[in-house]
């Protein structure tokens, strides 16, 4: 490893000194982006970030700089993706240059001594993720050492999104912490698809097969549904693009007990719910909504650490329905979301344009949902929590805002968080569609739904049809697709 070097510029932030790591790894090569990283890229030009991932992490464990240093070798020497730059070709595409070798910076940040190293590195945390990469010409993944009094504290990282996905880093962290302790070298080869090759593998007669299929879903679905979800317009002022939190313990108490009776994951609940829920507060039905999907469930992609998630598409009837029904539903529809979530983004943004002419109206889909825990399984069986047990915890549910956005492309869309005792629902909404109070009614709303459900197996939606949709409406979460 070199040796540190004075003081630098890094992702637009001043460092105290830095270390150059050298890394070398396969899959070098130029060609164009993947499927996954095409439906990124798009995303990010149109939010104008690079939707970084990372953050800052505390070091309780005595890391050094130098162990810093080879975590980020790791990196760069095992994922393909994080040695590739991106630039406009020479007809005008994308296309990624994947290196096989050269060398990145590990900034290091010292605090003064009577300096707060935590708030230190928050501030660099958000510096870089308000600092969009510069993809042609930087590595698409940021990292320095924060230092006080000569200790490292804190480990900050960036990524951009174009780089991986919550699945990838899932992927690179495991096989960090499965390396040699002694050696640090990787627990095994690395036998993922690299970016290059996954993108030549979608240009195959066999994906793209699978490419149709999926298209042939949206186009049912897309031919099915209403056109829109929510109402028109109203003009709230400023800020328009809010973020917030809604933080439930009883949530995740009545989710796992409903999930536990009907043998399904906590996933399916809460998606039902969300279904329900936005069904009550907007009165169209069936309820449609853009689901994001891993992949990593594909043959020979689960350890694939470059974007893998794309939309998939999910609608299901709520209205004249138990919410138990609405959970059988929506794991049937799931599974046929999650099967047609593989294909060409340009063209089914080509398909959706065609339907919107066909029809005479654009077929709106900015409702979303995210779950972001990985590995949610069937709930086991377990006993129920009594009515008092749920109120309580409802007692301490939360709804928090944060900072804006500067713009936001679509009207609603809940994540899940990977909390693991409590549900941490994240809401990034258009004000001008959904007010705050609405969104305030319809976390309260989803909370209240399922707490109900705990106890009551019967429980109606209390939805009616859509008038206008109530011919179509018995094709939602029963027709199955071809392939």
Excluded at 59 to 75: C, I, N, Q
């Amino acid at each position: 490893m070199a040796e540190p070097v004075a003081g630098t510029v890094l992702g637009g932030a001043r460092m105290t000194d830095r270390i150059l790591v050298p890394f070398a790894g396969p899959g070098a090569g130029v060609g164009g982006l993947t499927w996954g990283q095409r439906k990124v890229w798009t995303l990010m030009q149109q939010a104008g970030t690079s939707m970084s991932m990372g953050g800052a992490v505390p070091v309780t464990d005595g890391r050094t700089v130098r162990d810093l240093a080879a975590e980020l070798r790791f990196f760069l020497s095992r994922y393909a993706s994080m040695r590739a730059r991106i630039r406009t070709g020479a007809d005008g595409a994308l296309i990624q240059e994947v290196s096989g070798s050269g060398q990145a910076e590990l900034g290091i940040l010292d605090v003064p001594d009577d300096g707060d190293p935590d708030r230190a590195a928050k501030a660099l945390a958000d510096q870089w993720e308000a600092t969009p990469f510069d993809h042609a010409e930087e590595w698409p993944i940021r990292m320095a050492a924060v230092r006080s009094r000569g200790v490292v504290t804190h480990a900050v990282v960036a990524i951009s999104h174009v780089a991986t996905d919550g699945g990838g880093i899932a992927v690179m962290l495991r096989e960090l912490g499965e390396r040699d302790p002694v050696t640090g070298e990787p627990a095994k080869p690395a036998s993922a698809l690299g970016p290059l090759e996954l993108a030549a593998q979608q240009r195959t007669p066999s994906v793209r097969r699978q490419n149709d299929f999926s298209l042939r879903h949206w186009e049912r679905l897309l031919r099915t549904a209403g056109p829109r979800r929510f109402g028109p317009p109203v003009d709230r002022g400023e800020p328009r693009y809010l973020r917030g939190a809604f933080e439930s313990r009883a949530l995740q108490l009545a989710s796992k007990a409903v999930a536990a009776r009907l043998g399904v994951s906590t996933g399916s609940v809460l998606l039902a719910g969300y279904a329900v829920a936005v069904a009550r507060l907007t009165g169209i039905t069936p309820a449609l909504v853009q689901v994001v999907v891993g992949n990593r469930f594909r043959p020979g992609l689960a350890d694939v650490s470059h974007p893998l998630s794309v939309n998939g598409l999910f609608l299901v009837e709520v209205a004249d329905a138990s919410f138990d029904e609405v959970v059988d539903r929506t794991q049937r529809a799931s599974a046929l979301c999650s099967k047609y979530a593989y294909y060409d983004p340009a063209e089914l943004e080509q398909l959706r344009a065609r339907i919107g002419r066909e029809r005479g109206a654009e077929v709106e889909l900015s409702c979303l949902f995210n779950d972001r825990r990985i590995g949610v399984g069937v709930e086991p069986p377990a006993p129920a929590p009594s009515r008092q047990e749920l109120e309580a915890a409802r007692a301490g549910s939360e709804l928090r805002w944060g900072e804006p956005f500067p713009r936001y492309q679509d009207t609603l869309m809940i994540q899940v968080g990977t909390a693991a005792d409590t549900v941490e629902l994240e809401i990034h909404v258009d004000t001008h569609h959904v007010s705050v109070d609405e969104v305030r009614a319809l976390m309260l709303d989803l909370e209240a739904l399922v707490l109900a459900a705990a106890s009551d197996p019967g429980l109606p939606t209390g939805v009616r049809p859509t008038p206008a949709e109530s011919a179509v409406s018995a094709a939602a979460g029963s027709a199955v697709s071809p392939g």
